[in-house]
């Protein structure tokens, strides 16, 4: 595992230098940040992920810094890396709330799956810490955050109505969150983590459809 991390972190350096010829300084910045998080995650003297805070880790790292990242790359391309700043909206960062949400629901859904065995680990994850309501009622909030996100996007940011069609997601979404608020067998929730994993594609598939015909 220590050598797969090393390889994971020496390939990141090697394309980081390739993108920062590309898109200039911001992409060290984002990228150092990223390393950092990925280790304070699970190593460390004291790992976020054992300790209850691994979920405003993933929402900050696996979900809006790679969405805006990703974004910042290419819009520095076209603008110039002498325009970063341009190439960081807030439509960029509006984009990225509801993604955030919805992969910080795909660690919820294990953390509430794994509670028994994490007890006996000692691992605090916030089920742990809280019990498994408080992490319902989290993954609750973030997904009705992310479906309001759109309708922000629509009358508050001044896009089109397209980008309503994450919406069309709703009913996914409701099996999902039905299969988490009933269900307590650690087989019968093990499903639903590669679920929850594809609404966020579907999601944010649909979410990037809208943005683009919007233009």
Same mark, same amino acid.
């Given at each position: 595992?220590?050598?797969?991390?090393?390889?994971?972190?020496?390939?990141?350096?090697?394309?980081?230098?390739?993108?920062?010829?590309?898109?200039?300084?911001?992409?060290?910045?984002?990228?150092?940040?990223?390393?950092?998080?990925?280790?304070?995650?699970?190593?460390?003297?004291?790992? *976020?992920?054992?300790?209850?805070?691994?979920?405003?880790?993933?929402?900050?790292?696996?979900?809006?810094?790679?969405?805006?990242?990703?974004?910042?790359?290419?819009?520095?391309?076209?603008?110039?890396?002498?325009?970063?700043?341009?190439?960081?909206?807030?439509?960029?960062?509006?984009?990225?709330?509801?993604?955030?949400?919805?992969?910080?629901?795909?660690?919820?859904?294990?953390?509430?799956?794994?509670?028994?065995?994490?007890?006996?680990?000692?691992?605090?994850?916030?089920?742990?810490?809280?019990?498994?309501?408080?992490?319902?009622?989290?993954?609750?909030?973030?997904?009705?955050?992310?479906?309001?996100?759109?309708?922000?996007?629509?009358?508050?940011?001044? *896009?089109?109505?397209?980008?309503?069609?994450?919406?069309?997601?709703?009913?996914?979404?409701?099996?999902?969150?039905?299969?988490?608020?009933?269900?307590?067998?650690?087989?019968?929730?093990?499903?639903?983590?590669?679920?929850?994993?594809?609404?966020?594609?579907?999601?944010?598939?649909?979410?990037?459809?809208?943005?683009?015909?919007?233009?």
């Amino acid at each position: 595992l220590r050598t797969t991390i090393i390889l994971s972190y020496a390939a990141a350096v090697v394309f980081g230098f390739a993108l920062l010829a590309m898109a200039g300084w911001p992409v060290i910045v984002i990228g150092l940040l990223s390393i950092l998080a990925s280790w304070a995650y699970s190593a460390g003297p004291w790992p *976020f992920g054992r300790h209850g805070f691994a979920d405003p880790l993933f929402f900050l790292f696996f979900g809006t810094m790679s969405v805006i990242g990703t974004y910042y790359v290419q819009a520095a391309v076209v603008l110039g890396t002498e325009h970063w700043r341009q190439a960081l909206p807030l439509t960029a960062v509006a984009a990225s709330l509801p993604v955030g949400s919805l992969i910080t629901n795909i660690l919820i859904i294990d953390d509430i799956r794994d509670r028994d065995f994490d007890v006996v680990k000692g691992k605090n994850t916030i089920a742990v810490r809280f019990g498994k309501g408080w992490s319902r009622t989290e993954f609750l909030c973030l997904l009705v955050f992310a479906y309001l996100m759109p309708l922000w996007l629509w009358l508050g940011l001044g *896009f089109s109505a397209w980008v309503l069609l994450p919406l069309i997601t709703v009913p996914i979404a409701y099996l999902v969150t039905r299969a988490v608020w009933t269900r307590d067998r650690y087989d019968e929730l093990v499903p639903m983590t590669p679920r929850m994993a594809m609404l966020t594609v579907a999601f944010s598939a649909c979410l990037t459809a809208g943005l683009a015909v919007t233009g």
